[in-house]
């Protein structure tokens, strides 16, 4: 059959067709699809593509990817061809910022249609809510007010019943039946029973009756009894809607509040502090001469020997943390016990120092006694710990070559001296630091250092020296006059009652905090090497902990001090300075090696949250309040469902958002964490905080050192590093000053300086 001719379209026949044969196919794609039909404003527009006019022969219409092809006939004289999309493509969803027409509705209709809606789901919402909330209290009314009518009903009846005898009501009945005969026109000779006594009942006149007194006197004490029951009635009722009311909230507060299941729990300062400390141990307190008394955090009392499980304080600058760690030394003062006390701002030794039993350790302060490592050491090996202490290892350092060989070179060269009856600490520092390099090696043979400043490898021993003048500059300023003092001795005495303050100031902190993490370092080792005693009491208190070097003893004394009585009590401000000194499984076990946490505010939200998983999580139930409403009233009501889950017992931001003074406390064990507050005691001044040694300051860094190698010197190569370690391109170490170049005295190679610290011997 041959294709008809391309003319003009018949107005009454093509578009029907073409319109009737699109919507058919967009009916039946929608089917298959699932989707909603053709909407009518695109068959629209096909009809009007459709009817153009007699100038167009050819035109196509486009509907949701589908197109078709007229040709001036009153029949469709193509085929639908399909599209790359299906006919009815489900529509994406509007945007509200979009300008496109959505069905026939304009965007900005669109919203506000949406913003109405939700207006007014809004309003029914609170309207229905309001009006359940208005039944349900009406219901509560209903039933207070039927309380309320009983008790003034039943109240009167049963003090009627009680108080009042058949006769009377006889009587008082009888007299008024008289009474109304004689109002309503009965003669008064008209007679009548009546009982004048209790069973005597006689017949007289009705006027002789209404006149007895007796019956007045009865209806009196009757109504009176009635009027005296309704007021108690009135009252009992009320009374009993009173308490109801009560039984209710208290059953409502207690169904909104959380329930402990297990885990950690929170209670009062004062709840915890009768929980730990029994009726009858409260009583011995108020003889503590006779029974002693147990040492208390914020106001709360120790559990038994829960002190030698160590402390540990949080706690951002003002929070509380000086106050709680002043009364704890106040308490520790009074008890007699001994304690050592690393007081960086001098606070501590202000309120506390007593120069007659206490000692105070600073090179630079005039009340410090003689001391030097050669008074700490009873064998060689003594110098390798406090070398650890001394010397640290720098952070982020890849090869610890610089710091081990540092290390060794103070050991070996103390223990030189030691072994030959030195004592002077500036013998010490002139040994190390200025001894010409010959000489030096000539006195370190025999050690594992003489390959560390082996004179033919000039360049390692100087860089190894310089790593070692940054640490000793404080051993150059301690006295050697005076009389000697040993922590390791102050320790082991028994019969010792003092504190041992180790102190020092801002401006002097730097150049100090390797020393004072050495004595640390020895009185902890002194204090394991004790014997066991339960009953020994011997404090360290570390207040601002990060501040010092690390402590290699920190670890082992916290794991192992308890059964020689040693008590740590540590204070920071932030997690992230203990895991920056410590490294972050150190600093976790440092944390968890304390048992009592008192965490206070916190600065930043690291330590908030550290904070908060210490104080631990508690499996609580508590009840979720349903509502649920309708077009009829029998849809409302209000369901209640049990729900249970894992919650921690503080939010962080609670921590961040903590008043000074104010915090949590933690026991080891199985004790519920408190909240405390703590009261600021204002302490009188017992000693000035620093006074300054006259003529005595600390080194500058790399002062004195001298050297036969050239004046800049680099790291030393892989054939002039020292035989102890095998490292290629060893990198210098950090220089405090000079740009890394160590200054040389020209003009002295080949002899001895006057101070050489050899001529000792």
């Not at 919203?111 to 229905?128: F, H, P, V, Y």
Request: aromatic share 6%; with cysteine.
């Amino acid at each position: 059959m041959a294709s008809p001719s391309c003319g003009r379209i018949p107005r009454h026949k093509a578009p029907a067709s073409a319109v009737r044969k699109l919507q058919t196919a967009a009916r039946s794609q929608a089917a298959d699809n699932r989707q909603a039909p053709l909407p009518d404003a695109r068959t629209q527009r096909v009809k009007r593509t459709a009817i153009a006019g007699p100038a167009r022969t050819r035109q196509w219409a486009k509907a949701d990817g589908l197109r078709f092809f007229t040709c001036g006939s009153s029949r469709v004289v193509s085929r639908l061809l399909r599209a790359r999309r299906p006919l009815s493509r489900p529509r994406p969803a509007p945007s509200r910022t979009s300008t496109r027409p959505l069905g026939g509705v304009s965007p900005s209709i669109y919203i506000q249609k949406e913003i109405s809606m939700t207006i007014g789901n809004a309003t029914l919402r609170g309207g229905q809510t309001l009006l359940h909330d208005a039944r349900m209290w009406g219901q509560l009314a209903r039933w207070g007010v039927m309380g309320l009518v009983l008790a003034v009903v039943l109240t009167p009846a049963v003090m009627i019943f009680t108080t009042t005898s058949a006769h009377e009501w006889r009587v008082v009945g009888l007299g008024t039946l008289a009474e109304a005969k004689l109002a309503i026109g009965y003669s008064p000779d008209s007679g009548q029973v009546y009982e004048w006594g209790e069973g005597v009942r006689v017949v007289d006149s009705i006027s002789l009756i209404a006149s007895d007194p007796k019956i007045e006197r009865i209806r009196r004490r009757l109504l009176a009894t009635i009027h005296a029951g309704a007021w108690r009635g009135l009252w009992l009722g009320l009374i009993a809607v009173a308490a109801f009311v009560l039984t209710f909230w208290l059953l409502g507060r207690r169904m909104a509040r959380a329930r402990r299941i297990r885990g950690a729990e929170m209670t009062s300062a004062k709840s915890l502090a009768r929980r730990v400390l029994p009726f009858y141990s409260r009583i011995a307190e108020a003889f503590p001469s006779l029974f002693g008394k147990r040492p208390r955090v914020a106001g709360v009392p120790w559990p038994k020997r829960a002190e030698t499980q160590h402390t540990i304080v949080s706690g951002t600058t003002g929070s509380g943390k000086t106050v709680l760690i002043s009364d704890l030394v106040a308490q520790i003062r009074e008890r007699g016990e001994r304690c050592i006390i690393y007081d960086k701002m001098g606070s501590y030794t202000r309120a506390f120092f007593d120069p007659v039993r206490d000692v105070l350790m600073n090179p630079l302060d005039a009340r410090a006694p003689r001391w030097s490592p050669f008074l700490e050491a009873r064998t060689p090996r003594d110098f390798d710990t406090m070398a650890a202490a001394l010397i640290p290892q720098q952070k982020d350092t890849v090869d610890p070559f610089w710091v081990t060989a540092a290390r060794q070179l103070f050991a070996n060269g103390a223990a030189v001296l030691w072994k030959r009856g030195v004592t002077e600490n500036g013998v010490l520092v002139e040994h190390l630091l200025k001894t010409e390099l010959t000489a030096l090696a000539e006195a370190m043979e025999g050690t594992v250092a003489q390959s560390i400043v082996d004179p033919e490898n000039p360049k390692t021993a100087l860089s190894v020296r310089a790593m070692l003048t940054a640490h000793l500059g404080a051993l150059e300023c301690l006295p050697d006059t005076g009389k000697p003092f040993s922590i390791r001795e102050w320790v082991e005495r028994e019969d010792e009652t003092g504190f041992l303050f180790l102190t020092s100031r801002g401006d002097q902190h730097a150049s100090l905090r390797g020393l004072i993490s050495t004595w640390l370092e020895i009185a902890v080792n002194a204090l394991l090497s004790l014997a066991q005693d339960d009953g020994r009491r011997i404090w360290i208190v570390l207040d601002e902990l990060p501040t010092l070097h690390q402590v290699p003893s920190l670890q082992p004394g916290l794991a192992e001090s308890r059964q020689f009585g040693g008590c740590f009590v540590l204070g920071i401000q932030v997690i992230s300075a203990l895991r920056d000194l410590y490294g972050r499984n150190g600093a976790e076990t440092v944390s968890g090696l304390c048992g009592t946490r008192v965490v206070l505010a916190a600065p930043d939200q690291e330590t908030a949250r550290w904070s908060a998983e210490s104080l631990g999580r508690g499996e609580v139930a508590e009840y979720a309040e349903g509502l649920s409403y309708g077009a009829s009233a029998m849809r409302d009501g209000v369901s209640l469902s049990e729900r249970r889950e894992m919650r921690p017992l503080a939010l962080p931001s609670e921590i961040m958002r903590l008043e000074n003074l104010h915090g949590y406390l933690r026991f080891p064990g199985p004790w519920p964490v408190a909240n405390i507050r703590l009261d600021y005691v204002g302490r009188p001044r017992a000693a000035e905080g620093f006074i300054p040694r006259e003529g005595v300051k600390l080194p500058e860094a790399n002062e004195g050192v001298k050297t036969e190698a050239p004046e800049t010197v680099n790291a030393p190569s892989d054939k002039e590093t020292a035989p102890a370690a095998d490292h290629e391109n060893e990198p210098a170490p950090p220089r405090p000053e000079n740009n890394g170049r160590v200054p040389v005295e020209r003009g002295k190679a080949g002899r001895k300086p006057p101070g050489d610290g050899l001529r000792s011997f």
